[in-house]
């Protein structure tokens, strides 16, 4: 068994004075000019130098991430909002031009050749992708959209609904859509909606301007569009925008039909002649929904126990994460929606935040982004800060491959073992339903960015013929279309993390794979998966899926091998 050590250190400081803060850009300029100016005449100079660049990039992003954080815990804060702002339009903006100008020192340094094949493949090959596709005039345009960007959070974090006389935010209130009482959930499906419906106006123009904003950045950089310049920003090094092509199509042929499936047994379960959207996360009469816990503290108390059990390790990454107050779990008004595992390069353990609203969805949530929080701590090890940036794809193997591990030991959070089988079939299904909304929001972005000056009238259209394409034809839709016409304006990647959602996809394949290997072999699985996420980012993103034991693929012919592994372990 491979063993991990979670009582993580902060980083010590060699370069930077101990108690310094960043607070300007002045007071931050010295440093990034000390590391363009010094001269590096031998590989060990070159080697202190490179990790005196690591310790600023260090400081500098938890810096950043820190503002994040505490802006999306409390949305209506102006003075976080305007530290966000700040950084992003008075600091980051000045930062750029030094990285480019330490990214061509050192693929000009002629000690560069020295360093070690194996452990810098990806960093350089990254650093030289930095370097084609820097442009001063998209400084701006950057700062622009990092600010602009968090607005989807502003408005979203606004929403609320009132339901039996108590006021909800939307995460809340989709408890109701468990009832088994039919005109409740419907009710509240109705006025959720209602209330997204409300600001889809100042949604839209928000992200016309993201749009447009993006593909400036795009020709800037000499890309015909912002999908084309995206999977070189990203580093997709290792598939194409036709793979994802492939992948819409894999989803169509294989998962589709299981998607029909699944939604005719919920509506023969739950005797009815038609079923609606509201009617989906519902139980029939008698059946109460899942309740897994309480508050946001018996969630965690119970995560911690069932982490323990898959191993202690991953238990141990939570409770430092407790000790350090780097959890903020409860949903409530005036916190940005969704949910997220943030790393912390200097401090090593991350931060986790989410809405919590005692629902099973939340149960998943937490052991998702606990699988993050475990990769953070595998990676922290690493030399340079450049070499934990894992690509995002395994990052979800990380996160989705522990969603599927735990529930062996979710007995930590229901007690009646009826109770136990409904959450693991409520798992399965969600593996299974997640994929044809995955294709969806990636088909709609290729679409939007290659179409870059589409109206909003051209944009609805188009995501309701993409929507139609990857939909159960199970569910009676019938007189919601104003509702379904704005149903991609819930999803934040597209406003916040544009091109982001394909991953969610790859990983979800790599996730089952890792579990047909748990299923056969445990420990083996559990080592195959902390050996490959404590290699970080330090090997190409095959080689991270292999040191896993995984095939990296996402053909329609894989689609289909795993997503019948998954169809024949739903009866067991």
Not at 331 to 341: D, F, T, V
Not at 414 to 423: H, I, M, V
Request: glycine share 4%.
């Amino acid at each position: 068994m491979i063993q991990a050590n979670a009582d993580i250190k902060k980083m010590e400081r060699h370069f930077l004075p101990q108690g310094f803060v960043v607070t300007t850009w002045e007071a931050l300029e010295p440093y990034f000019k000390e590391l363009v100016e010094r001269p590096v005449q031998s590989a060990e100079e070159l080697e202190k130098w490179l990790k005196d660049i690591s310790e600023l990039e260090a400081v500098v992003s938890e810096d950043a991430c820190w503002r994040q954080i505490r802006m999306t815990c409390d949305t209506e804060n102006k003075e976080l909002a305007e530290s966000f702002n700040y950084f992003y339009t008075a600091i980051q903006p000045h930062i750029q031009p030094y990285v480019d100008q330490i990214n061509r020192k050192l693929i000009d340094s002629p000690y560069t050749a020295g360093l070690d094949h194996d452990q810098y493949f990806t960093y350089l090959r990254s650093v030289k992708n930095s370097i084609d596709l820097f442009r001063e005039e998209n400084i701006p345009l950057f700062a622009g959209l990092s600010v602009m960007q968090q607005q989807y959070g502003a408005i979203a974090g606004k929403m609320t609904v009132e339901v039996e006389g108590r006021e909800y935010t939307l995460q809340q209130a989709s408890k109701f859509l468990e009832s088994h009482d039919r005109a409740l959930r419907e009710t509240v499906y109705r006025k959720v909606n209602e209330r997204r419906f409300q600001d889809k106006d100042a949604l839209d123009d928000l992200f016309t301007q993201l749009v447009r904003k993006r593909h400036q950045v795009a020709l800037n950089a000499g890309y015909a569009n912002y999908r084309d310049y995206s999977f070189v920003a990203k580093g997709r090094f290792d598939y194409t925008k036709e793979d994802c092509f492939d992948f819409h199509e894999g989803v169509k042929q294989h998962v589709l039909p299981l998607v029909d499936e699944i939604n005719r047994k919920k509506r023969n379960k739950l005797q009815l002649d038609v079923l609606k959207p509201w009617d989906t996360e519902a139980e029939p009469e008698g059946v109460q929904p899942l309740r897994p816990f309480e508050n946001g503290k018996e969630l965690l108390k119970k995560s911690i126990q069932c982490f323990n059990r898959l191993r202690p390790f991953f238990a141990d990454c939570l409770r430092k994460m407790d000790q350090l107050q780097h959890l903020d779990l409860d949903s409530r008004k005036g916190k940005a929606p969704g949910g997220y595992n943030m790393p912390l390069a200097e401090s090593g353990a991350p931060f986790i935040f989410m809405n919590a609203a005692g629902q099973m969805h939340d149960v998943t949530t937490i052991v998702h982004e606990g699988g993050h929080a475990i990769h953070s701590f595998l990676a922290h090890h690493l030399e340079l800060s450049a070499f934990k940036e894992y690509p995002i794809e395994m990052a979800e193997v990380a996160s989705m491959s522990m969603e599927l591990f735990s529930m062996e030991y979710w007995d930590s959070f229901f007690n009646d073992p009826k109770d136990l089988e409904r959450a693991k079939e409520h798992q399965l299904e969600r593996v299974i339903t997640v994929m044809p909304w995955i294709a969806t929001i990636d088909k709609f972005q290729h679409w939007i960015y290659e179409n870059p000056f589409h109206t909003v009238e051209e944009r609805k259209t188009r995501w309701m013929e993409i929507l139609r394409e990857f939909s159960s034809t199970e569910i009676d839709f019938n007189g919601l279309e104003q509702y379904r016409e704005i149903s991609w304006q819930r999803q934040l990647h597209l406003f916040e993390v544009p091109f982001y959602y394909i991953e969610y996809g790859i990983a979800q394949l790599g996730a089952i794979g890792m579990w047909k290997q748990f299923k056969e072999n445990r420990e083996k699985a559990l080592d195959n998966y902390m050996k490959a996420l404590s290699l970080g980012g330090t090997k190409p993103l095959p080689e991270l899926y292999e040191a896993a034991g995984l095939k990296f693929d996402f053909s329609p012919a894989y689609i289909k091998e795993l997503i019948a592994f998954v169809h024949g372990e739903m009866p067991k």
